[in-house]
Each structure stands twice: as structure tokens, then as C-alpha cells.
């Protein structure tokens, strides 16, 4: 057990994408980190987050986990002196790892919404958000009108796809739903799907660094019920501490500048 208990440095010399592994083999002994009266500095916490959500979180071309998300999480985990795993296990995957206690927390570019509140308790609010439809930036869809009698792509669990069905009768479209948003791109851009629903700083974001050549369409805008800000999340009722001890962590590195870096490291500021 000792194996996997690692402050942020010696994680970060391994590579995240080590930790996803080792907290793999650390959830058979989850029991021991859970327990009750284990000192809050001997417990690692098992977060899970998206598989592919940039600038969230994913893999770089050397296979280690990074983003938006990892590095918040990283800097909060050595301000608050706090160990963790980070397992990518995909979004609606990370979402039910930790309603079945099979996870300690989630990071995931999770929208704060009134309907998971009744489920999770969330952390401050550390990033603003809105939804948009993509399609296709040499085709010929171009607004939600050109949606009637089309298939869209959502992605299984989200905002956005909860977006899309709300539009879905106006505009006459049928929805198909994916796991994960790279395997929804690669079906708009296959031509199966004609756009894709999905987070607009996530989708500006593969659109500006041609990840995709898609063009956006559509957008909720900031007014919108489906336009809600990120947070960390815990099970309802469960991981007091864990949530405190991000809440205390992020005010700190707002306050000293970090977090400002880290967001500025993969969005540019307009
Ligand atoms: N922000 C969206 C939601 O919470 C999507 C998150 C994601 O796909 N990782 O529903």
C-alpha cells in the first residue's frame, strides 16, 4: 500500500499516466484509505476524470495526463498537502464511479446543475461554461434550422446532450449518443453525424488548435439554463474534508496567481 501513497512530486516524476495505473491496482485497497480513523495525511484520494476533454484533461503526445483540470487539481492536492490518484475512466463512468462510492471525487469539466446537486456536493465554481452545436466547417450545415430530419452527435450524460434534446423537436433532428467526445468528432467528421453538441470551451478549443475542422453553429448562450459553471464534486455527504480541502486550495491559488497560470497555460485570453 505504502507504493501508492505519493506526495504530488514524486507523482509527477512518475507521469500521470503511471498514476493512472497505479490507482488502478490501488482500488482493490480502497478499504484501507477509506478508513475512518486513518490520519487525513496518510489517505490517498481516488479521483476520476474524463478520458478526452481538452484542455480539461488529456493525454499529450507522450501519453501523460494534462490540462485544465490536472494541473487545478495538482496545485490544490500540494497546497492543501492532500494525496490523490487520478484515474481517467471517462465522463459518465467518473460521474456513477463516485455516486457508487467506488471514487472519492471527480474532476471532469463537470457542470454544477441543480438536478446533480440532489446527488453530489459540489466544490466553488472555477470555471464558466456554455454549450454549442459543431459541424462540419466546409459543409453546408450552418445553423440549427439545416438540423430538420439530420442525426446529431451528444455525448452520453452531459449538458449538451441534455441541450440537444431540448431542441430536438423544433428543429426535427434524432440524436446519437457517444462515450467520449473524441469518438463524436471523429463520427461528424466520418460524415455519419452532421454536428456534434458539446461544451463551447471545449469545442473552441479543438476548433483553434485544428484538432477538428469544424465550425461552431450554435451556442446557448450565457443567459441559458445549460450555461453552468464547473466544479469539483464528491459524493452527497461523503468526502467533507476532501471538498473543504479543494475549496480552501482553490481560493489560495486564485489568490497567489496560479490558477490564473494554469488556465492561461491552455486558454488564451482574449
Ligand atoms: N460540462 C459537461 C457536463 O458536466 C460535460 C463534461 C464532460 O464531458 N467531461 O455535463
Known amino acids: 500500500m505504502q507504493n501508492f501513497m505519493m506526495n504530488r512530486r514524486q507523482a509527477l516524476q512518475l507521469g500521470l499516466g503511471s498514476m493512472a495505473t497505479l490507482g488502478l491496482a490501488a482500488c482493490g485497497s ?21 478520458t478526452t476533454f481538452a484542455p480539461f484533461e488529456f493525454a499529450d503526445e507522450t501519453g501523460e ?33 463516485v455516486q457508487t462510492g467506488q471514487a472519492d471525487g471527480v474532476i471532469a ?8 446537486k440532489e446527488v453530489f456536493d459540489f466544490s ?14 466546409s459543409g453546408s450545415i450552418a445553423s ?15 449538458q449538451s446532450s441534455l441541450w440537444a434534446e431540448s431542441l430536438k423537436e423544433q428543429y426535427g433532428f434524432e440524436t446519437v449518443t457517444f462515450d467520449d467526445s473524441a469518438t463524436m468528432y ?8 452532421v454536428c456534434c453538441f458539446e461544451d463551447t470551451p471545449v469545442m473552441s478549443y479543438a476548433i483553434s488548435t485544428g484538432n477538428v475542422d469544424f465550425k461552431l453553429i450554435a451556442d446557448c448562450g450565457a443567459d441559458s439554463e445549460f450555461a ?14 476532501l471538498l473543504a480541502a479543494f475549496d480552501a486550495g482553490l481560493a489560495n491559488i486564485k489568490e ?14 482574449v
Open 124 to 137: 466553488q465554481p472555477y470555471y464558466d461554461s456554455t454549450v454549442c452545436a459543431a459541424a462540419l466547417a
Open 109 to 116: 469539466g463537470m457542470s454544477i446543475t441543480d438536478e446533480r
Open 30 to 50: 480502497k478499504s484501507d484509505t477509506a478508513d475512518a480513523d486513518a490520519a487525513a495525511t496518510d489517505k490517498t484520494y481516488l479521483i476520476v476524470t474524463d
Open 144 to 158: 440549427l434550422d439545416d438540423l430538420k430530419d439530420q442525426k446529431v452527435a451528444v455525448k452520453n450524460g452531459t
Open 228 to 241: 453552468t459553471p464547473y466544479g469539483f464534486a464528491v459524493n452527497k455527504g461523503a468526502n467533507a474534508e
Open 186 to 193: 471523429q463520427d461528424v467528421t466520418a460524415g455519419n453525424t
Open 256 to 269: 497567489n496567481g496560479t490558477y490564473q497560470q494554469i488556465v492561461d497555460k491552455y486558454v488564451q485570453s
Open 65 to 97: 495526463y494534462v490540462g485544465i483540470d490536472v494541473e487545478l487539481l495538482a496545485a490544490v492536492a500540494d497546497d492543501q498537502g492532500f494525496k490523490y490518484e487520478l484515474n481517467p475512466v471517462g465522463f459518465d463512468s467518473a460521474l456513477q464511479n
